[in-house]
């Protein structure tokens, strides 16, 4: 199918047994270089072999991974990303699915990076938002990807940067990221895209209440969906009330004021105006010197993110250490060990 999220495992071969006088075989079989070269060609199943690549947990895939997203640096970062959050029900994926069909029609090219709530029980995701951009999915000019939160806080995949780089190297100029919509801990993606985008419903009785700090401060703008019909009467007051209240926040930007306004993900009215307050904010951003100074922090920000992640594998991949952490663990739930202490303690085994 054309647009098919495909999430075939890369090309991997089980390890070979190494007889006397054998040269012994690479960990992986992956070759990165004919990766590399399929992906820049735009290849759809070897960039989800790619993207399944990255998501792998397995030592010798993420060091794979890490030589395949270096390779493909120099062909990234021309792409528009766009965060697309909101609460469950706002409309996301329907919004996806009325913007990407505008952008292919005007000859873009758009990723979709759609990330699914996982069980806290069981880790499991559904991974049904194909189901809801029915369009997009049927297009050759889509790619859509979803993947599993995995209790990943910021309602983004662990995986989504790179994920958005490996898009990009594809030839997607256009790359939308839609987030779990589970609240404040979402803001996340605004150090990954380059527009932060929040959805919000009319009449919900939570306009003002939905105006917070972690969320609201952080978007570049506020668009309120489902304005059609007997709605559209809320909408506007709904806009008109968001208006108010962010004139009382200071914004993200100096050089961005956060416009708020109303569309229909289901008529298609108002998505060309959506569309252009993205391309405003590009241009002034860009003038300003923003967009380049936004980008580089934002690589800073994802090297942290990745070293954090590194040190908690080695808590859980060292047996001896896993052991101690088990013991500290006990000391901490009996009361016998504060968890001040015992992060010390857990931050002493790492150096």
């Given at each position: 199918m054309s647009g098919e999220a495909t999430v075939a495992a890369p090309r991997l071969s089980r390890p070979a047994v190494v007889k006397q006088g054998m040269t012994p075989p690479n960990k992986t079989s992956v070759d990165i270089d004919a990766l590399a070269k399929d992906l820049r060609a735009g290849h759809r199943a070897?960039?989800?072999?790619?993207?399944?690549l990255i998501e792998s947990r397995r030592g010798d895939h993420q060091a794979s991974a890490r030589d395949l997203v270096q390779a493909l640096l120099p062909d990234t970062g021309k792409a528009i990303r766009v965060g697309i959050t909101g609460s469950p029900g706002?409309?996301?994926?329907?919004?996806?699915?009325?913007?990407?069909?505008?952008?292919?029609?005007?000859?873009?090219?758009?990723?979709?990076?759609?990330?699914?709530?996982?069980?806290?029980?069981?880790?499991?995701?559904?991974?049904?938002?194909k189901t809801r951009m029915a369009r997009l999915a049927a297009s050759d000019s889509?790619?859509?990807?979803?993947?599993?939160?995995?209790?990943?806080?910021?309602?983004?995949?662990?995986?989504?940067?790179?994920?958005?780089?490996?898009?990009?190297?594809?030839?997607?100029?256009?790359?939308?990221?839609?987030?779990?919509?589970?609240?404040?801990?979402?803001?996340?993606?605004?150090?990954?895209?380059d527009f932060f985008l929040a959805l919000m419903l009319p009449g919900a009785g939570d306009e003002l209440q939905g105006i917070k700090?972690?969320?609201?401060?952080?978007?570049?703008?506020?668009?309120?969906?489902?304005?059609?019909?007997?709605?559209?009467?809320?909408?506007?007051?709904?806009?008109?009330?968001?208006?108010?209240?962010?004139?009382?926040?200071?914004?993200?930007?100096?050089?961005w004021q956060p416009p708020v306004l109303t569309y229909s993900a289901l008529t298609g009215a108002g998505i060309d105006t959506l569309w252009?307050?993205?391309?405003?904010?590009?241009?002034?951003?860009?003038?300003?010197?923003?967009?380049a100074s936004r980008r580089r922090e934002q690589q800073v920000k994802w090297m942290w993110s990745m070293l954090e992640q590194r040190m908690m594998a080695r808590l859980r991949a060292d047996p001896a250490i896993r052991a101690r952490v088990k013991k500290i663990e006990a000391e901490v739930?009996?009361?016998?060990?504060?968890?001040?202490?015992?992060?010390?303690?857990?931050?002493?085994?790492l150096r």
């Open positions: 070897a960039l989800a072999r790619a993207i399944t706002v409309g996301k994926s329907t919004t996806i699915d009325a913007l990407g069909m505008y952008l292919i029609e005007r000859g873009h090219k758009v990723a979709v990076l759609a990330v699914d709530p996982s069980s806290a029980r069981t880790g499991g995701s559904i991974l049904g938002d889509a790619y859509i990807r979803p993947s599993p939160a995995s209790g990943t806080l910021g309602g983004v995949a662990a995986k989504t940067r790179e994920a958005m780089l490996l898009c990009e190297a594809a030839g997607f100029d256009v790359v939308l990221v839609e987030t779990v919509g589970i609240g404040q801990s979402e803001t996340a993606v605004c150090d990954m895209t700090k972690g969320l609201v401060e952080l978007a570049d703008m506020i668009a309120i969906n489902k304005a059609d019909g007997d709605n559209i009467k809320r909408a506007n007051l709904a806009a008109s009330e968001y208006r108010g209240a962010l004139h009382i926040l200071t914004p993200r930007s100096e050089h252009q307050k993205i391309l405003d904010h590009r241009t002034a951003m860009n003038a300003s010197g923003e967009f739930a009996d009361g016998r060990t504060t968890p001040a202490l015992a992060a010390e303690q857990i931050a002493g085994m």
